[in-house]
Every structure is written in C-alpha cells, then in structure tokens.
C-alpha cells in the first residue's frame, strides 16, 4: 500500500459557516443545558483571527449527547493556519480524556523528544477513538466540512466509532 503525498504545505481556507449549516442540519440539534440555550451553537466566536464554535449533534445512542467542537486559527491572509476538529460528548461536561470520540488537527507534534507512540507520518494526524494519546496518520478530514462528512454517518446509522489502537 503506498503512502498518500504530505500534506502539510497545502493552503486551506475558512469554513464556510453558511454551507456547514445548510448541508448538516439534519445532525444539530439544541439543548437547554448547554450555554447558548436554543441554539444550534453551543458556543460561537469568530474573529478576523480565530473561529472557535461547539455544534451540538443530535443524540447518539451509543456515544449519548455530543458536539462537533472547531478551532480554526488564521494567519495574516485569512487562510487557516491551524485546526483542530473534536468529536465529544457534550452532556454530561466531562475532562478531555472522558469525552474524547474523535479529534483531528495539524498542530505539529514533532519536537526531538515526543514519544514514539506518539509520532505520526503526517501532519494532519487524527486521535485515536477513546484513546486521545494515540495518534493515526490523516489525509481526509483537513476542514469542518471533511469532519462534518466523517461523523455524519455516525450519527445518522447510530453505529459506534471506534478504530484498532496499533501500538508501536
């Protein structure tokens, strides 16, 4: 099996907010106890630097109450500089290890002393499922519309996400 190009260089833009509720709102949905009650966002701030917004899913019924949490940081051209797409759930308001599902971003994890079980081939990585220190390599899920499209079967078939831990 050959290896997918590197990634890393590629320009990426802005979610487009608009499009992401159009094609996904069939898997919001709003809850009372959560900050921006009736709402499809849980939170929303965006600045000319920085999108950070939690989409609150319809319920799962494996995974429970969960959100599609989005951080996007730009740099001086508008273009998404760094992400990161976080699948959890949402109720009951957990510490990150408890209600991790998924996670996908490009933040480097490439310092000289980072363990080798936490190395990957590729920035983009994603987060191994209910195990958030392991990391797996990523090609596809690189914008909130990729993420998006990922959990939208999840959610809709009610099948549980889980992926094989390989250990180094």
């Known amino acids: 099996m050959s290896k997918q ?19 996904f709102e069939h898997l919001l949905a709003s809850y009372q106890n959560l900050k921006e009650k009736n709402s499809i966002y849980a939170s929303f701030k965006l600045t000319a630097r ?20 989005a951080v996007e940081k730009y740099d001086d051209n508008g273009y998404v500089r760094e992400y990161h797409y976080h699948w959890k759930r949402i109720i009951p308001k957990e ?11 490009n933040e480097p994890h490439d310092a000289p002393n980072t363990p080798v079980q936490f190395e990957v081939e590729t920035e983009p990585h994603h987060h ?3 195990e958030r220190k392991y990391r797996k390599e990523n090609y596809n899920v690189r914008t909130l519309k990729a993420a998006f499209e990922f959990i939208d079967h999840y959610i809709m078939s009610g099948d549980e996400y889980k992926a094989k831990v390989i250990e180094p």
């Open 128 to 130: 191994v499922p209910a």
């Open 50 to 69: 920085k999108l950070d917004v939690l989409f609150p899913l319809k319920e799962h019924p494996i995974h429970g109450i969960t959100g599609l949490h």
């Open 95 to 105: 510490g990150i290890a408890l209600s991790h599902i998924s996670a996908w971003e």
């Open 5 to 23: 190009p590197p990634v890393q260089n590629s320009i990426l833009h802005p979610a487009d907010i608009e499009d992401i509720l159009e094609n």
